[in-house]
C-alpha cells in the first residue's frame, strides 16, 4: 500500500526561527512529489520536485528531494505568523490515465509573534 | 490566475437526502478530482475523471456517488443518499494542460458538507 509519512504532527516556532518538515515515502512507480500549504481550506500549491538533490525555491520556502532515502523537506526560514498553516505532503500515484493523490497527515506550523 | 471554483462552500443537509457539489475547474485543465477531508484526518482520493469517464475511484466512491461533466466547464459530484459519515470537507481538483503538467493539481476552496 501507499504511504505517505509526516513528522513533526505539530511544530510550534517563533517569528525568525528556521523550521524544517519531513516527508517520507513508499509508493510504486515514484514520479514526483508535491507540497502544499493548507491555511483555512483550500491546499495550496507550493511545489513539485522531481529530482534528486535538486533544490526548489520560492522566497523563504526551498524544499528538495532524495530519492535514495525516500524523502523530502521543505525549509521555512526567517518565520512569520502568516506561515501558520498545515503543511501538506502529497506524492502521485498512476490511476488508469492520471494521477492520484495520496496526502500524508500534514504537519501543523504555528508561528507566534 | 485561473482558479478552481466551487459552490456551495456550505451545505447542510439531512441524512438521505441527495446533495449535488459543484466545480468550475481551471479552464484548459483535462484531468479533475474529487478528494474529501474529513474533520482532523487526512486528505483522501475520491475519483478522477478524464475524457468524459472515471479513471479511477477509491473504496469510499461507492454507487451513491457519481461524477458528471454536464457541459464544457462544470463537474459535479452527486452523492445519492448522504449519511452521517459523509460529513467533511470535499475538494475539486484539476490539472494537466498536458502531460508534463499532469500531476500537479490545483485545489478549489472546498464545500463543507454536513449530514444531520
Known amino acids: 500500500e501507499d504511504k505517505v509519512v509526516q513528522s513533526p504532527l505539530s511544530l510550534v516556532v517563533h517569528e525568525g526561527d528556521t523550521v524544517t518538515l519531513n516527508c517520507s515515502y513508499e509508493?510504486?512507480?515514484?514520479?514526483?512529489l508535491l507540497w502544499y500549504k493548507q491555511e483555512k481550506k483550500a491546499p495550496t500549491f507550493l511545489f513539485m520536485l522531481?529530482?534528486?538533490?535538486i533544490e526548489k525555491k520560492s522566497g523563504r520556502l526551498s524544499s528538495i528531494l532524495d530519492k535514495k532515502e525516500l524523502s523530502s523537506i521543505l525549509n521555512i526560514t526567517a518565520t512569520q505568523t502568516g506561515d501558520s498553516a498545515i503543511y501538506l505532503c502529497?506524492?502521485?500515484?498512476?490511476?488508469?490515465?492520471?494521477?492520484?493523490?495520496?496526502f500524508g497527515k500534514g504537519t501543523l506550523l504555528t508561528v507566534n509573534p | 490566475e485561473p482558479e478552481v471554483t466551487q459552490t456551495p462552500s456550505h451545505q447542510v443537509t439531512q441524512m438521505g437526502q441527495e446533495v449535488i457539489l459543484r466545480c468550475v475547474p481551471i479552464?484548459?485543465?483535462?484531468?479533475f478530482y474529487w478528494y474529501r477531508q474529513i474533520l482532523g484526518q487526512k486528505v483522501e482520493f475520491l475519483v478522477s475523471?478524464?475524457?468524459?469517464?472515471?479513471?479511477?475511484k477509491s473504496e469510499i466512491f461507492d454507487d451513491q456517488f457519481s461524477v458528471e461533466r454536464p457541459d464544457g466547464s462544470n463537474f459535479t459530484l452527486k452523492i445519492r443518499s448522504t449519511k452521517l459519515e459523509d460529513s467533511a470537507m470535499y475538494f475539486c481538483?484539476?490539472?494537466?494542460?498536458?502531460?508534463?503538467?499532469?500531476?500537479?493539481?490545483?485545489f478549489g476552496p472546498g464545500t463543507r458538507l454536513l449530514v444531520l
Open positions: 475523471f478524464y475524457n468524459n469517464e472515471i479513471s479511477e
Open positions: 502529497a506524492v502521485p500515484v498512476s490511476g488508469g490515465s492520471n494521477y492520484k493523490l495520496t
Open positions: 522531481t529530482s534528486s538533490g
Open positions: 509508493v510504486t512507480n515514484f514520479r514526483s
Open positions: 481538483a484539476s490539472s494537466g494542460r498536458d502531460h508534463l503538467y499532469q500531476e500537479t493539481q490545483y
Open positions: 479552464s484548459n485543465h483535462l484531468y
